[in-house]
């Protein structure tokens, strides 16, 4: 590299021929994108959930029936409305449909408790939600808790089994839960409309109006402290990297994708389900994963990309039944979240010639900032900075960018970068700097560029586990803990695992009243009762007092680094 080459610009030698650098995207809504792949490709399979396939012509028309029954119902443009399903064809019917009725998806975690729920509804100011009726439950404990005035005024609520043929091969765990008919739930103050009743609306519909500046999705993201945040993302911001993810894994209307990352996360949602609509490819979806059943779509629908965590490729290779799967279909697989491990990544190298390209990105950058260019990717990297994008590592304090090999915060500028926070001006004025008349976003990562360009993530500035690409923020576990009866005191903190990267635990100080009767059992049932089972604590360990600075905060990074040292002898063996 010469000396006066920006080491931010050094990828540009490894970047894909076949690529430009930067991209200009429609200046159309999200809606748009289903609109001109169901006139292209009318009877092509969208969806395909077990045995059945929903063509691009069916995805649209119910988008429509059910946008027409949500304005009908009171939602108006820009109103927020909450998704709370696991993945499946309804999840993108009500995704698509909440667009064309001018208004703004709120995704949300279908792991998350009524302790957890309330936010979702009163952040927002959501008054109408979408929602799997094995979910009802706990959204309407959830609001039950609000004040009046602050509670879902209609509910929509739908069975995954109305998306399943008879004769569909569904794991055996699975059928009790996939299969289920529940009570049409009661909502206090409000009404409920099942989904069949919602889709016969014959309600008119509005002009689209949305254009690439309007707000189209609020996902939420959880921080250092306090609750989670809602990121602005209008239609311009997932259109750019929906675009660029197509033309990067060499994604066209051949496509087949396997869809198992969730929905509700931004790189299930834009990677996968955008994607795939703005190409007219087709998606094949899984509710959750399994690996037997993965193999088994790969196999028979000839899956052609996927996009996943590397811990998935971990257990499908892991599988006794592999050698009976064909992989030989994939042509494109990546993703991120935790690291790939260079053995695994060697495997798939040598069975099928496939090159895993690992990524990076948050919420706040519409899922990919980074990504290993598929012809030419590192192992154990973030990749380079995609489309359009200007990525820059600096000093935290001094925010001078750094040069090669120095390791300092990622920060990020590009058209797939959030707005802002929603109702957090503070929040979002700390989150931006400015560089050459240029907005970064500060991701909180530590990372470094290597003489190609390349990225590595080396540390975090932001206190967060990550449990198998699972964003876990430990002021908001201990936000939850606080409300045991039994616990004082409560710190989380990151362990290893040598399946997931890393776990939760929690270092626990009870009330004098319950010591000796309280056990880590006790509280690790209850944390299962009370919070999504990916922010559980795995493990609880007992203290008679947290360590304390000398303006009595926790130094959780003390009690971080003695788990640390405990669990390296172990990890070196």
Same mark, same amino acid.
């Given at each position: 590299?010469?000396?006066?080459?920006?080491?931010?610009?050094?990828?540009?030698?490894?970047?894909?021929?076949? @690529?430009?650098?930067?991209?200009?995207?429609?200046?159309?809504?999200?809606? +748009?994108?289903?609109?001109?792949?169901? /006139?292209?490709?009318?009877?092509?399979?969208?969806?395909?959930?077990?045995?059945?396939?929903?063509?691009?012509?069916?995805?649209?028309?119910?988008?429509?029936?059910?946008?027409?029954?949500?304005?009908?119902?009171? #939602?108006?443009?820009?109103?927020?409305?909450?998704?709370? $399903?696991?993945?499946?064809?309804?999840?993108?019917?009500?995704?698509?449909?909440?667009?064309?009725?001018?208004?703004?998806?709120?995704?949300?975690?279908?792991?998350?408790?009524?302790?957890?729920?309330?936010?979702?509804?009163?952040?927002?100011?959501?008054?109408?939600?979408?929602?799997?009726?094995?979910?009802?439950?706990?959204?309407?404990?959830?609001?039950?808790?609000?004040?009046?005035?602050?509670?879902? *005024?209609? @509910?929509?609520?739908?069975?995954?089994?109305?998306?399943?043929?008879?004769?569909?091969?569904?794991?055996?765990?699975?059928?009790?839960?996939?299969?289920?008919?529940?009570? /049409?739930?009661?909502?206090?103050?409000?009404?409920?409309?099942?989904?069949?009743?919602?889709?016969?609306?014959?309600?008119?519909?509005?002009?689209?109006?949305?254009?690439?500046?309007?707000?189209?999705?609020?996902?939420?993201?959880?921080?250092?402290?306090?609750?989670?945040?809602?990121?602005?993302?209008?239609?311009?911001?997932?259109?750019?990297?929906?675009?660029?993810?197509?033309?990067?894994?060499?994604?066209?209307?051949?496509?087949?994708?396997?869809?198992?990352?969730?929905?509700?996360?931004?790189?299930?949602? #834009?990677?996968?389900?955008?994607?795939?609509?703005?190409?007219?490819?087709?998606?094949?979806?899984?509710? %959750?994963?399994?690996?037997?059943?993965?193999?088994?779509?790969?196999?028979?629908? /000839?899956?052609?990309?996927?996009?996943?965590?590397?811990? $998935? #490729?971990?257990?499908?290779?892991?599988?006794?039944?592999?050698? /009976?799967?064909?992989?030989?279909?994939?042509?494109?697989?990546?993703?991120?979240?935790?690291?790939?491990?260079?053995?695994?990544?060697?495997?798939?190298?040598?069975?099928?010639?496939?090159?895993?390209?690992?990524?990076?990105?948050?919420?706040?950058?519409?899922?990919?900032?980074?990504?290993?260019?598929?012809?030419?990717? !590192?192992?154990?990297?973030?990749?380079?900075?995609? $489309?359009?994008?200007?990525?820059?590592?600096?000093?935290? +304090?001094?925010?001078?960018? @750094?040069?090669?090999?120095?390791?300092?915060?990622?920060?990020?500028?590009?058209?797939?970068?959030? +707005?802002?926070?929603?109702?957090?001006?503070?929040?979002?004025?700390?989150?931006?700097?400015?560089?050459?008349?240029?907005?970064?976003?500060?991701?909180?990562?530590?990372? *470094?560029?290597?003489?190609?360009?390349?990225?590595?993530?080396?540390? *975090?500035?932001?206190?967060?586990?990550?449990?198998?690409?699972? !964003?876990?923020?430990?002021?908001?576990?201990?936000?939850?803990?606080?409300?045991?009866?039994?616990?004082?005191?409560?710190?989380?903190?990151?362990?290893?695992?040598?399946? %997931?990267?890393?776990?939760?635990?929690?270092?626990?100080?009870?009330?004098?009243?319950?010591?000796? !009767?309280?056990?880590?059992?006790?509280?690790?049932?209850?944390? %299962?009762?009370?919070?999504?089972?990916?922010?559980?604590?795995?493990?609880?360990?007992?203290?008679?007092?947290?360590?304390?600075?000398?303006?009595? !905060?926790? $130094?959780?990074?003390?009690?971080?680094? %003695?788990?640390?040292?405990?669990?390296?002898?172990?990890?070196?063996?």
């Amino acid at each position: 590299m010469s000396p006066q080459e920006p080491p931010a610009r050094a990828h540009h030698r490894v970047w894909p021929r076949r @690529l430009p650098y930067a991209i200009r995207t429609p200046r159309t809504s999200l809606w +748009d994108n289903l609109v001109v792949s169901a /006139r292209r490709y009318p009877d092509k399979p969208a969806l395909v959930f077990f045995d059945l396939s929903t063509s691009y012509a069916e995805l649209l028309a119910q988008a429509e029936r059910l946008a027409a029954h949500l304005r009908a119902q009171g #939602v108006r443009d820009g109103d927020r409305v909450l998704l709370f $399903m696991q993945n499946c064809p309804q999840w993108v019917v009500a995704c698509y449909a909440v667009l064309r009725a001018n208004a703004v998806v709120v995704p949300v975690n279908p792991m998350n408790k009524a302790d957890e729920l309330g936010h979702y509804i009163t952040d927002p100011d959501a008054r109408v939600a979408l929602c799997a009726a094995d979910l009802a439950g706990e959204l309407l404990k959830a609001d039950a808790g609000l004040p009046e005035a602050q509670r879902l *005024r209609h @509910l929509v609520v739908t069975h995954y089994a109305d998306a399943i043929g008879p004769a569909a091969e569904v794991p055996p765990a699975w059928q009790a839960w996939l299969g289920a008919r529940h009570e /049409r739930p009661a909502l206090a103050g409000g009404s409920v409309a099942t989904w069949a009743e919602a889709l016969s609306s014959t309600a008119p519909l509005p002009e689209h109006n949305r254009g690439p500046d309007d707000l189209a999705v609020l996902p939420y993201t959880s921080g250092t402290t306090g609750l989670p945040k809602g990121c602005m993302h209008p239609h311009r911001t997932l259109m750019h990297n929906a675009v660029a993810g197509a033309l990067w894994g060499n994604s066209t209307a051949e496509a087949v994708s396997l869809l198992v990352v969730p929905l509700f996360h931004i790189t299930g949602m #834009v990677s996968g389900m955008h994607t795939a609509i703005y190409g007219g490819a087709t998606i094949v979806l899984m509710p %959750r994963w399994d690996r037997e059943l993965a193999g088994r779509l790969i196999s028979r629908w /000839r899956v052609t990309h996927w996009t996943n965590i590397p811990t $998935m #490729v971990i257990d499908l290779l892991a599988s006794p039944s592999f050698e /009976r799967y064909d992989l030989s279909s994939l042509v494109y697989i990546g993703g991120g979240g935790a690291a790939m491990p260079q053995a695994v990544a060697q495997r798939l190298l040598e069975l099928f010639g496939l090159r895993y390209a690992e990524g990076y990105g948050l919420t706040e950058t519409a899922a990919p900032s980074h990504s290993n260019p598929p012809d030419d990717p !590192k192992q154990q990297c973030l990749g380079i900075p995609f $489309m359009s994008c200007d990525a820059r590592v600096v000093d935290p +304090d001094t925010l001078r960018e @750094l040069p090669v090999g120095e390791a300092g915060e990622i920060v990020i500028h590009g058209p797939m970068v959030f +707005d802002g926070y929603w109702k957090r001006p503070e929040a979002t004025a700390a989150a931006f700097i400015e560089i050459e008349g240029k907005r970064f976003f500060r991701s909180g990562d530590l990372g *470094r560029i290597d003489e190609d360009g390349y990225f590595f993530l080396t540390d *975090r500035l932001k206190r967060m586990i990550n449990a198998s690409g699972f !964003k876990v923020w430990p002021a908001e576990v201990e936000a939850l803990m606080f409300k045991h009866p039994a616990i004082a005191e409560a710190c989380v903190i990151a362990t290893r695992d040598a399946y %997931r990267g890393e776990s939760v635990k929690a270092v626990v100080v009870l009330r004098a009243d319950a010591r000796g !009767k309280t056990s880590e059992a006790d509280i690790l049932a209850w944390c %299962r009762e009370h919070m999504a089972a990916y922010k559980c604590p795995r493990e609880v360990a007992f203290a008679d007092a947290l360590p304390k600075s000398g303006s009595g !905060k926790v $130094m959780w990074r003390w009690l971080q680094e %003695r788990e640390l040292e405990r669990t390296e002898p172990a990890r070196a063996q």
